[in-house]
């Protein structure tokens, strides 16, 4: 996979393969990823900035958010899917990125 990536070929990871491109994954204690996306995957909050609690695992269509910075997916595997549009997730570990 690190060869993959450093050939500058597309890679995707869902669910765990998601968490092994990351620097760590703190699903199952803290278990070292492959460090190919800066940052780590931690267990969503049960509560928010506001003390309203969260059901987890998270489970329902909630919209897909563009990082600050971007204006859209394209060169990205959702190009052509709108920002804000609504997708079905079922998790309870959210991705951290550094940037």
Known sequence: IK????REKPVLGICVG????FDVSHEFGETPGL????????RIPTVN?????????????SPLCL???CNGWGG???AGI??????YFV?????????
């Open 3 to 6: 060869e993959a990536a450093v």
């Open 18 to 21: 998601m968490q092994m491109l």
């Open 35 to 42: 460090g190919l996306i800066a940052g780590s995957v931690s």
């Open 49 to 61: 900035d506001r003390g309203e609690r969260y059901k987890i695992p998270h489970i329902g269509w």
């Open 67 to 69: 990082p600050r910075g």
């Open 76 to 78: 990205t595997p959702l």
């Open 82 to 87: 709108d920002p804000g549009a609504e997708v």
């Open 91 to 99: 998790h309870s570990y959210a991705a951290q990125p550094v940037n």
